[in-house]
């Protein structure tokens, strides 16, 4: 037994160690860019206060990527900060300058995935996923379905697009006639499973006019998963939900096993097939992974007679991939066709320049059907839309679905501390042991290259027509500052998707609808763009709060940042002008 002195001796040890320590820690960020002040950082709670600000501030189920734009403007920080939560919450490093954040986060120099995004990503889709692997998987994933998401191979997928398309006008068209409160974002959901079933496994989910398993199995995952709004790591806990996970993802992987057999069936029985109909079937994103897998066991010899046996790490690589594509590729596109909805009625000249656009491109008076059959003859004729896809980029810039978050360890050797340089002022960060946080939210109101953030002005993407000149948009420094699919070698595999999809859909199925998003039965009939700093000038706690920088649908996070409840409104039909 230790005598009494000698425990005193070592609980008094232990707490000059702990002090020592805590000092250390929170000194490391004592003269880096944060908010400051007494309501800005605290050396017990270091930024603690600016989070407790933004938490009151902000209504609950905010994305916290909301937060950064605000905490710059009201603190005065600059297009670079820190936010030290350490020891109750993460340690987060800012930033809005896309130069900085290509050359040292994502694209020069790509730096790992953070474990406050892979944590989730690995448990919600398996630890195989590519959006959270690493190194040779990571290779081996993004050089087998490349090839799927390539811009001319996804041309081929056009029909299949435009068929899913003009069953989601037909949706759009009951409900015009009803004019019944319903949510949006799951109608446009339901049209983007559908598409991506079709385009990645070439399966017919048929989520707009049924049920499908997989698709419900998936939809129950996301329910399943913890809520992620809050910072706190006991947030959300449940003792049930590990078990509830794991059934879940025993089913949901058995089905999406059961159509891969399917597929590599179907594969084995059109090769020795004489029907055209079986060897002219387009190739889904599936079909060219396979492909390539049989290349590579043919050129290394592998192959082991005429049938290809699929081995069970690649299948089981194609499963959690397929859930990847599945959960990347419908929130995220679906989204942001909610709010080119929402933004349309709200701003009817856009509307209006739009509809011109169409007739220049399709004629004038050519109905929905017969604009599908131009599409279908023509693939590329929706690449005429400039405006339209301006309105997309426009969408994305200030609704953004998702962004990136890094990070690399701490280094305890100071002269292992991993630094950026700020090229304007020559100073250096460090960033080994911050979560680095690129938001693209927080970029995308960078003032230098988009003037006027919190207005809706797609002709700022189009040179010849833009009412900023000036902006840094159209200069060398603004060729990465548009980042909603992020850049680098971990940009978004299937922005070229994304983007064809919401081309042929706004080709088909926005002329001659009107939607009105309806909260808590208010009506947003019209907007007044404003910055949140101002909007949240009067200090009032977001309980109370409805909007964020105007918008009562703002973004929430689920998975995906998405528009609170869904989008609810009303649609109606709308005088063709
Ligand atoms: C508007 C639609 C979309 C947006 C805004 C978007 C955005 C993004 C972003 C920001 C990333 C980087 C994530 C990170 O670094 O953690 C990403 C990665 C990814 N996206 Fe998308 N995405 C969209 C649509 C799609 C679609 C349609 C698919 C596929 C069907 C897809 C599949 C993926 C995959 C697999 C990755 C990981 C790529 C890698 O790590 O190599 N996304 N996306």
Same mark, same amino acid.
């Given at each position: 037994?230790?005598?009494?002195?000698?425990?005193?001796?070592?609980?008094?040890?232990?707490?000059?160690?702990?002090?020592?320590?805590?000092?250390? /820690?929170?000194?490391?960020?004592?003269?880096?860019?944060?908010?400051?002040?007494?309501?800005?950082?605290?050396?017990?709670?270091?930024?603690?206060?600016?989070?407790?600000?933004?938490?009151?501030?902000?209504?609950?189920?905010?994305?916290?990527?909301?937060?950064?734009?605000?905490?710059?403007?009201?603190?005065?920080?600059?297009?670079?900060?820190?936010?030290?939560?350490?020891?109750?919450?993460?340690?987060?490093?800012?930033?809005?300058?896309?130069?900085?954040?290509?050359?040292?986060?994502?694209?020069?120099?790509?730096?790992?995935?953070?474990?406050?995004?892979?944590?989730?990503?690995?448990?919600?889709?398996?630890?195989?996923?590519?959006?959270?692997?690493?190194?040779?998987?990571?290779?081996?994933?993004?050089?087998?379905?490349?090839?799927?998401?390539?811009?001319?191979?996804?041309?081929?997928?056009?029909?299949?697009?435009?068929?899913?398309?003009?069953?989601?006008?037909?949706?759009?068209?009951?409900?015009?006639?009803?004019?019944?409160?319903?949510?949006?974002?799951?109608?446009?959901?339901?049209?983007?499973?559908?598409?991506?079933?079709?385009?990645?496994?070439?399966?017919?989910?048929?989520?707009?006019?049924?049920?499908?398993?997989?698709?419900?199995?998936?939809?129950?995952?996301?329910?399943?998963?913890?809520?992620?709004?809050?910072?706190?790591?006991?947030?959300?806990?449940?003792?049930?939900?590990?078990?509830?996970?794991?059934?879940?993802?025993?089913?949901?992987?058995?089905?999406?096993?059961?159509?891969?057999?399917?597929?590599?069936?179907?594969?084995?029985?059109?090769?020795?097939?004489?029907?055209?109909?079986?060897?002219?079937?387009?190739?889904?994103?599936?079909?060219?992974?396979?492909?390539?897998?049989? =290349?590579?066991?043919?050129?290394?010899?592998?192959?082991?007679?005429?049938?290809?046996?699929?081995?069970?790490?690649?299948?089981?690589?194609?499963?959690?991939?397929?859930?990847?594509?599945?959960?990347?590729?419908?929130?995220?596109?679906?989204?942001?066709?909610?709010?080119?909805?929402?933004?349309?009625?709200?701003?009817?000249?856009?509307?209006?320049?739009?509809? =011109?656009?169409?007739?220049?491109?399709?004629?004038?008076?050519?109905?929905?059907?017969?604009?599908?059959?131009?599409?279908?003859?023509?693939?590329?004729?929706?690449? =005429?839309?400039?405006?339209?896809?301006?309105?997309?980029?426009?969408?994305?810039?200030?609704?953004?679905?998702?962004?990136?978050?890094?990070?690399?360890?701490?280094?305890?050797?100071?002269?292992?501390?991993?630094?950026?340089?700020?090229?304007?002022?020559?100073?250096?960060?460090?960033?080994?042991?911050?979560?680095?946080?690129?938001?693209?939210?927080?970029?995308?109101?960078?003032?230098?290259?988009?003037?006027?953030?919190?207005?809706?002005?797609?002709?700022?993407?189009?040179?010849?027509?833009?009412?900023?000149?000036?902006?840094?948009?159209?200069?060398?420094?603004?060729?990465?500052?548009? /980042?909603?699919?992020?850049?680098?070698?971990?940009?978004?595999?299937?922005?070229?998707?994304?983007?064809?999809?919401?081309?042929?859909?706004?080709?088909?199925?926005?002329?001659?609808?009107?939607?009105?998003?309806?909260?808590?039965?208010?009506?947003?009939?019209?907007?007044?763009?404003?910055?949140?700093?101002?909007?949240?000038?009067?200090?009032?706690?977001?309980?109370?709060?409805?909007?964020?920088?105007?918008?009562?649908?703002?973004?929430?996070?689920?998975?995906?940042?998405?528009?609170?409840?869904?989008?609810?409104?009303?649609?109606?039909?709308?005088?063709?002008?």
């Amino acid at each position: 037994m230790l005598p009494y002195s000698s425990i005193w001796l070592v609980g008094i040890a232990a707490v000059i160690y702990g002090l020592a320590y805590f000092t250390k /820690r929170r000194n490391e960020s004592k003269d880096l860019p944060q908010p400051r002040g007494p309501d800005g950082r605290s050396f017990i709670w270091g930024n603690m206060p600016v989070a407790g600000e933004c938490m009151k501030l902000f209504p609950p189920t905010t994305h916290m990527h909301n937060w950064p734009h605000y905490i710059a403007k009201r603190w005065k920080t600059g297009p670079l900060f820190y936010l030290d939560m350490w020891p109750l919450g993460p340690r987060f490093l800012f930033m809005s300058d896309p130069e900085l954040i290509s050359q040292y986060i994502t694209t020069t120099q790509s730096l790992p995935k953070s474990s406050l995004e892979t944590d989730f990503l690995d448990r919600f889709l398996g630890k195989l996923n590519m959006v959270s692997s690493e190194g040779s998987h990571w290779k081996r994933l993004r050089s087998m379905f490349n090839p799927g998401f390539s811009a001319s191979h996804l041309m081929t997928m056009v029909p299949y697009i435009v068929d899913s398309s003009m069953v989601f006008l037909d949706i759009l068209n009951k409900k015009a006639e009803t004019g019944e409160l319903f949510e949006l974002e799951d109608v446009c959901t339901k049209l983007t499973i559908d598409i991506i079933g079709k385009v990645v496994l070439d399966s017919d989910f048929n989520s707009q006019k049924a049920t499908h398993p997989i698709v419900d199995t998936f939809r129950t995952r996301i329910g399943l998963m913890p809520d992620v709004t809050s910072i706190y790591p006991w947030a959300g806990l449940d003792l049930f939900r590990p078990y509830r996970l794991w059934k879940n993802e025993r089913k949901l992987n058995g089905l999406i096993a059961k159509e891969l057999e399917r597929k590599i069936q179907a594969r084995e029985a059109s090769k020795t097939a004489s029907s055209g109909s079986a060897k002219n079937r387009k190739k889904s994103v599936v079909d060219l992974a396979l492909d390539g897998y049989e =290349k590579e066991l043919s050129e290394s010899g592998k192959a082991g007679g005429a049938k290809v046996m699929v081995d069970a790490r690649t299948r089981a690589d194609i499963v959690d991939s397929m859930k990847t594509f599945i959960f990347a590729g419908h929130d995220t596109t679906a989204s942001t066709l909610s709010y080119i909805y929402y933004m349309l009625h709200l701003l009817p000249s856009v509307y209006n320049k739009f509809c =011109k656009e169409l007739d220049t491109v399709f004629g004038v008076g050519t109905s929905p059907a017969a604009i599908a059959e131009m599409i279908k003859k023509d693939h590329h004729i929706v690449n =005429k839309l400039e405006y339209g896809n301006a309105i997309i980029k426009e969408a994305l810039r200030m609704f953004p679905p998702a962004s990136t978050l890094r990070h690399i360890p701490a280094a305890s050797d100071p002269s292992k501390i991993v630094f950026i340089t700020d090229p304007k002022s020559g100073r250096k960060f460090p960033i080994s042991g911050w979560h680095v946080w690129p938001a693209v939210h927080f970029v995308s109101r960078n003032e230098e290259f988009f003037p006027d953030p919190h207005h809706f002005i797609p002709e700022r993407f189009i040179q010849a027509e833009t009412p900023f000149p000036e902006a840094k948009l159209f200069t060398p420094a603004g060729k990465e500052a548009w /980042r909603p699919f992020e850049r680098g070698p971990r940009n978004c595999i299937g922005q070229e998707l994304a983007m064809i999809e919401s081309r042929v859909i706004l080709a088909l199925a926005v002329r001659g609808f009107d939607f009105v998003s309806e909260i808590d039965g208010v009506k947003t009939e019209t907007w007044t763009p404003i910055d949140t700093v101002s909007e949240f000038e009067d200090g009032r706690p977001g309980t109370e709060r409805q909007t964020i920088e105007g918008h009562r649908c703002y973004q929430i996070l689920r998975a995906a940042a998405k528009p609170k409840g869904g989008m609810p409104g009303r649609l109606s039909k709308r005088k063709v002008s």
